[in-house]
């Protein structure tokens, strides 16, 4: 029996997942997995081997479609599935990967002029070139008070879009002049696939303050940090798109290229992490979304718009058409895990086995989880982690504890700054690797934030939300789903689901405990201006 | 050729050490130790098996005797020693240790009556049952502002002489009521040896408020406590005499059960970290006798009389005649890194090795060293310890570097705390088990103080130290040193002696870092305020 099924390709820092989908029922119709043929590239240039500052992480734009057209077409053997059983498709990729292109698409790093100009290549999220631009771009919105800053916690990350286009513009001037396009990574994916430039708005809401109201930031505030920048939106061409609406139809090229059908309807691109709301089975607004990994990314769709402290992004239509999209992040979690694990030289099981022995307080101990700064709300990466309340009675297990609390206090701030700032949290939903991995850090949550929590059920919720907003592009009379609420249920059902409810003693002991934390982790107490003083003093 | 020696008798808390020294030069003439047959009492009683509750911590005054006797045999068989070549003996004693008499001499515990009464036995310094009680000395001495309470630093410790008698009085009356004297196991030590009750000024200045000029505190101040109290000090009985000077001569009972000769001059007793400072050689006013083990002992001799906040004590004839002997303390030194070194899994050597390869600042890791609270200055035992500017790159070798850091910085607080009240402080000397295992702490030692640093020659400091007291007893005729810094200068010679000196660069920039540990650790600051909040919030 012939099925009906969308495509998602979710474009991660090492490898591309082709995941197909079943739009009935969810089911997992194909799959394949494969890695960049060039890896992250951060010692040397292929080709030229012109080696690399330490601060860059570059990738190839051959990799995207070449490896992507691989593991397409693994999935659709591994399924086999035939072309006319795929009605959509969906791209989510990581961001702020993007690249400067002639008018026609080329990358210019694929042309000999500039093949051995690092600052050609598509720059990876995780390039961390831009710091000094990044500084400058703050400061002078600062000084101009820009009405978008706050939209993103006052602050614009080094990894984001303008940063990287102007530390083009001072790194090699020979490359900002020449190009004519500057794009996401996940924008020129759809462009390749569609042959149409349709920006995603998630992209440019989230990495280049784009807002569907006013745009992109304006030609005098461009202008007042670089006079060559002054009319650099005027290389940012082509129609805005939220994620689920059709940027266009898989041309003839494309298929035949990744052996699917011409004219099947693509998805605009999204965010990877964004992908993961829909992925996580989550339609309705108010929910907020916590995507747990090495870092943490909770996202919520909202009915209203509010500006809320050092958020990294509120943007119209940036996760889901017709929501404000809220993105917050705490910058370690797994990692901060992983970091006392390898310091303690013990493994996660035998200190998640003593931490779940341990009552709510971890003995006295009391962990400050900003091992890689912080994001929400404070958005300052000189921050750094801490422990206090240790004595010599303080075991590895109340260590481990204490660094899950900690975090679990991070998103409990993270949600209390939401709804401070008017932003209703009704609901969680935990997605991400760890959720599944760790019954015990989900307990703690939910004691924390004195909430039920109830972990997303696919293992792959990123892929599946590419997918789900490809099935969302090929509309109604291709899918049999007339809103995106019933494309969502349909494509991510909660079967089996995995629900963490509070516990009331240790909820009331976690209310005591939290404002603690909060003492602890004022902005303006002790350990945070002790912290940034101390980072100064070391650089 | 006959010998002249002193023989020192240092009880500590597993086993009592006999060392035999020769008072010209120095040079060991014997030695033996002897643990103490009953050990340290914390489970059942002896005889009875009457159980004791977990604060508990006796001794048997019969191991005193029997186990001296055996160790002080010992010692001198293996010198080859006859009984004419010793001139004078020291006795230095954990303190305060301390048991309830009858009027001869024989302790409340060793007659039928009470033999299966837990209070009724010598309490051991660590004995923590008088919790309650310390508390309410502290009150009425502060509520009645006592005019000694300045001279501990505001606190009288739960440890100490009186919080003991008091927790008798309130959980044994009857031993209370048959108590006809109370006493320094040190003194009840020289009592037995010489027949004469001679009260150390040492043990009653540090641990019972005595002071030359007023005696110990008034029948109104103990009134207050306790009705029952008010006659307390005329249980106290008995001269007092400062260490190194003579509390009688050895009886013929005891020369007998000894091995030694009738008519030997015996010191007065010593506190046992006291006794460290002569033993480091050190007979010189504002000189720091750094103590480090476990905890660190801080003492040092001035001619100036002055109130310092946190100090342990500061006491006339204290440690030597003449001078006001200061004792100040930090009450996890070797403990703290013996936690960092078994929490990190690693060994002290593997982390010792790469903490030395790590510049000063330990990469941006600050420890605070309250692992067992903070003795001096700010005399507060529920405070706890910390790590700040954790980041996802730290090592172990940072966090054990931080911690002799942060040890290193809360001796120069010390320092600093003297000074600002008045005290001088010109040299250091360093002595105990830790100074000559890790020069990497010496180095760290002397580039915080911005001094130089002599570690002590003697690897037995305390007994050393008692011994030389022993001398200083005999008198002029007997050791042919007329003034007490002869005695000292003779007996514990700086022989090779290792001297640290500061390295110019490391001390700049300890002089930034120093600041920072002082706004971390101020008494009002928010970690400080928050691990009490906390410590409160366990209980």
Redesign the interface.
């Known amino acids: 029996m012939k099925r009906t099924c969308s495509i998602g390709f979710d474009f991660g820092t090492e490898s591309v997942r082709v995941l197909i989908v079943n739009v009935r029922d969810g089911s997992i119709a194909g799959e394949a997995i494969e890695p960049f043929s060039h890896g992250v590239i951060d010692r040397t240039l292929p080709g030229s081997g012109e080696t690399l500052p330490p601060d860059y992480a570059l990738q190839h734009p051959q990799d995207w479609i070449d490896n992507a057209a691989v593991a397409c077409r693994k999935a659709m053997n591994v399924g086999n599935l035939s072309p006319d059983e795929i009605v959509g498709i969906g791209v989510d990729f990581t961001s702020c990967t993007m690249l400067p292109t002639f008018a026609n698409g080329t990358p210019l790093c694929l042309d000999d002029q500039f093949r051995s100009v690092p600052l050609a290549w598509p720059k990876l999220w995780k390039h961390h070139g831009a710091k000094r631009e990044a500084d400058r771009i703050n400061e002078i919105a600062q000084e101009r008070n820009e009405p978008w800053l706050a939209r993103y916690g006052g602050i614009i990350g080094l990894e984001w879009f303008f940063p990287k286009i102007y530390e083009t513009l001072n790194g090699a001037p020979e490359v900002f002049d020449a190009a004519e396009t500057w794009i996401e990574a996940g924008d020129w994916f759809v462009w390749q696939l569609t042959g149409n430039l349709v920006r995603s708005t998630c992209q440019a809401g989230y990495k280049a303050q784009w807002n569907k109201q006013s745009g992109f930031p304006s030609r005098d505030y461009f202008k007042a940090i670089d006079p060559k920048l002054e009319t650099i939106t005027d290389k940012l061409v082509g129609p805005l798109a939220s994620p689920g609406l059709q940027a266009g139809l898989l041309t003839r090229e494309s298929a035949e290229r990744f052996g699917l059908r011409q004219g099947i309807p693509v998805s605009a691109a999204v965010i990877d992490a964004h992908a993961g709301v829909p992925g996580a089975g989550v339609a309705a607004p108010s929910t907020l979304v916590m995507v747990m990994g090495t870092s943490s990314c909770h996202m919520l769709n909202s009915r209203v718009e509010q500006l809320v402290p050092g958020i990294a992004g509120v943007v119209e239509d940036g996760i889901l058409p017709g929501y404000f999209g809220y993105e917050t992040g705490q910058a370690?979690v797994g990692?901060?895990f992983a970091?006392v694990s390898k310091?303690?030289?013990?493994s996660h099981d035998a200190l998640s086995r003593e931490a779940a022995c341990i009552a709510p307080?971890a003995?006295?101990v009391?962990a400050?989880d900003w091992?890689?700064g912080c994001r929400t709300p404070l958005m300052d990466g000189r921050l750094?982690?801490?422990?206090?309340?240790?004595?010599?009675g303080?075991?590895?297990g109340q260590?481990y504890r204490a660094m899950i609390e900690a975090t679990a206090f991070g998103v409990r701030w993270i949600c209390d700054t939401l709804r401070d700032a008017g932003v209703p949290v009704r609901r969680y939903v935990a997605s991400g690797g760890l959720p599944k991995k760790s019954p015990l850090l989900m307990q703690i949550y939910a004691d924390v934030l004195g909430e039920k929590i109830t972990v997303a059920s696919s293992d792959q919720p990123v892929a599946l939300g590419a997918a789900i907003l490809g099935a969302m592009a090929a509309g109604e009379q291709a899918t049999g789903h007339a809103a995106m609420s019933q494309v969502i249920q349909a494509m991510a059902p909660q079967n089996d689901e995995i629900v963490y409810h509070p516990d009331l003693v240790a909820r009331k002991k976690y209310e005591?405990?939290y404002k603690?934390y909060r003492?602890?982790t004022?902005p303006t107490?002790?350990?945070a201006?002790?912290?940034r003083?101390?980072?100064d003093?070391?650089s």
Chains 1, 2 share one sequence.
Do not use: K, R, V, Y
């Open positions: 370690s990692d901060a970091w310091i303690l030289n013990q307080g003995g006295g009391m400050i091992l890689n750094t982690g801490g422990f206090i309340g240790l004595s010599l303080t075991t590895p260590l005591e405990l603690h003492a602890l004022h107490g002790t350990i201006c002790s912290m003083s101390l980072s003093a070391q």
